[in-house]
């Protein structure tokens, strides 16, 4: 077993309760069912949005390309069902901003689209073609942030890569759904990891899961066997799965401030990324469904195959509806995800969870005075100091914010989740950020 | 149609509070308390009552007088009235706890903003306060068990010569002193139980006592390492200031090299003045000086910043 690898700083959220994961972790992932009509927004991922190929009244089957990358940063977009386009429109996201969208009525006959057959076999395909794949079966990061993974496995050539870590740390209380990935599908995420490897051109790599998924960690490892595949296992402590902290715990190389992986020679992909790619390659498959940790106060916690486009409504009905009366309703975890007003958005390619909280596991409360306690200082992964320049925050003083590095934060929350004052820290960072990326574009 | 909060992340907080933190320090408090009433007998309880209620009353007076939430029920108030009382004799009329307390919550808190923003330790400014303007009361002490007759504490004992007292009933608390002071095992008990809770950074008291004990030890007054180290460290309020006012919050650093380097500071003040100073103890003043000092100390000590080194 490999030692505990870990980053200073960093909390133990809802530890008392076994960070929330008991609630789904031994559900084996099942298939949820699909709706009437699925809605999938042309803007999934980080990039420019996909520009649609399909018109109002087209028949389309399941697989099949309704909308093109639209440049290099950009991905295309696939049905997930069988069934007729009713409307390119705008409609609800889940990032709360209604988005445009292809809206598809599902006929229910799951055809799947003739196209769709393996492009052969890894040892006969060149790196190129293996991103080319990547690209074209609208791969994005499914960690959460969506990024496109033929952008991230294409790093200019100045950039030496000779590191790369599949996140398997998943450190987000409640969530489980790349754990069960990586314990039923352990072949497939290796190989997939193979692709990658070729891809990069890298001899090795790290398999890197936190210590509370032995099942997984022995699963990956027995796949693992014989490759030049490290499976390292990690302390448990959020946020572990930033992939800052990550490539720090793994390797000790400090990403610098402003900088990306690739400036410490480091990749870093999600596991259930990886898993994707093998799909796409040995079996032509491009990304229409994804794993969904459906949990929290719902009457059946989850992890569910959910098809792209599927409404959250249907995914809770399928779940068996709430167990009580539900305060927030969160796309992603507690510590980062989202909330939601309303359940009409659909799962997209970044949605690795719905948590749904009661008023006994939501903690509002009103900001008091700050006590200097410094728990917040003592917590933060990349050693700011959030009292201080959320204050600044609060005051607009986003000059001296970012003197500060703010721009440094990463979002966590482990300060706000710390405070006994319960002030809004990570909130006042954020809108900092935002407000000083906002005034840097104006001043272009 | 159902209505959901919607708010910025995270989601979930840790179950900790400000009233929590308040508690736990007077629960840790209470064995020295205790042991301070029991020792000095019922006027000091009275003064430990009298100082709580009249930091408590004053600080809900001041917060409606200026339209501002009543926040007593934190219970930091509580805290410096408490700590106040122990920090006074246990033969003083009971006026003087109840203008400390006044002059702590007040002036030194309330006047400059409320909780988190005073600049110096209260209960502490509040003691240099009365003891600068009555220092007879404030300096008459008792033995244990009899009734009040003025005597020394072990510091005095050590700096103007008089009867030293023993390692043991300094750790257990029969000498003269402070209602809270007296009595090492009591002190230490509250100070890990802050400890085990996650109130208090050890590093404070542990650097604060160790510099007194190693500085103390090195300038004997026989010469170098002569020095009666554990007699310091049990004697007077230094127990009592490491482990309970050196750690207050507020006017303690930020940062965890920051809270070393003011332990370190409080440790070297204090020697000073129980050594060359013109006072038997040192505890109070070092405190407050090193208070000072702490934003300084912030802007010059800061934790280490994640990607922050260049080559």
Redesign the interface.
Known sequence: MASKLTF?GG?H??KAIHHGKYLSEKSAIEKCSVPEEIILPLSQHIGAPSTPVVQVGDKVDMGQMIADASGYVSVPCFSSVSGTVKAIESRPHIS?KPSMSIVIENDFEDRLYPGIKSPGKLADLSPKEIVDIIKGAGLVGMGGAAFPTHVKLSPPPEKKIDTLIVNGAECE?YLTADHRVMLEHPDEMVRGLEAVMKVLGVNNAYIAIEDNKRDAIAAVSKAAQGKNIDVVTMHVKYPQGAE?QLI?AVTKR??????LPMDVGAVVVNAGSVYQINLAIEKGLPLFERVVTVTGSVNNPSNLLVRLGTPISHVIGFVGGFAGK?????AGG??????????DAPVIKGTSGLLA?DAG?????EE????????C??V??????P?LLSDFSSHERFEDAEKN?VL?CI?C?SC???????R?L??GM?LAKSQIMQNRKKAK | MDQYIMSSSPHVRSSESTARIMRDVIIALLPATAFGVYIFGLNALWVVLASVAAAMLAEALLQLLMHKKVTVSDGSAAVTGLLLALNLPPAVPLWIPILGSVFAIAIVKQCFGGLGHNFINPALAARAFLLVSWPTAMTTWTIPGADAVSSATPLAALKLGGELSSYSDMFLGSIGGCIGETSAIALILGGLYLIARRVIDPRIPVIYIGTVALLTWVAGPQGLFTGDALYHVLGGGLMLGAFFMATDYTTSPMSASGKMVFAAGCGILTSVIRLWGGYPEGVSYSILLMNLVVPLIDKAFLPKRFGGVVK
């Open positions: 200073k909390i959220p809802l709360g209380p800052k720090y400090q990403i610098p401030s402003g900088g539900i305060e927030k309703l969160i507690p510590m980062m995800g989202i909330t939601q007003h309303s359940l909280l596991m939501v903690r509002s409360a008091s005075s700050c006590i200097r306690c410094g728990k200082v003592y933060c992964p990349m050693g700011l100091l009292y590095h440094d979002e929350g706000s989740y710390v405070c006994p004052a319960n809004h990570v909130q954020r």
